[in-house]
């Protein structure tokens, strides 16, 4: 069960609101693959969470690249993850469900994404869930992202409560080491291939999926 002093729920985006992850993996393994690097499905699970133009930069310091610009590589990944959501993105689980719960008890609600606003925009659009929102932050232009606690943060503070009176939802280790940085309570819901690795212990609760979500609020 909750504690009595926590006052918001922040979600993270990918993995969380939307099953975009394969779709980022298979996205940056077309850009990569395209630019000659030997990099395989396994290797892009290393960056999951991370921003694109981190993710970038982690691959070019790795498998240097002639002419290398980060932001048109960057581009050319998030195109792609764009297309998708337009064409067939569906919200993972139990979503809906979830944030009416948090509305309904009286939760505020926030945002906290490694992807740019025009991935945030798209998705929000499409599901039609923008309203749920009380706070929407992307680390898009922050000095750092995820695993760095700054977009978390910045959320908290735009939901005017303290971190401390936060629970955040992550699929990912980086946005999980974010989290709880942040000093915020984190729910984790690893990928169905993780999802029993001993990593997660990191989180306090651990969830298959968002459906399991109103176990832990009563």
Partial sequence: MLSLALK??????DGVLIDSEPVWQQSELDVFSSLGLPISYQDTLQTTGLRVDQLVEYWYQRYPWENYDNAETATQIVNGVIEFIQTDAKPMRGVIEALQICQQQGYRIGLATSSSMSLVDAVLDKFEIRHFFQAIESAEHLKYGKPHPEVYLNC???LGVAPSECIAIEDSMNG???????NMLAIAIPPHEQQHDVKWMLAHYRLHDLTEFSTILN
């Fill in 8 to 13: 918001a729920v922040i979600f993270d985006m």
């Fill in 156 to 158: 908290a503070t735009r």
């Fill in 176 to 182: 999980l080491i974010a989290a709880r940085a942040a």
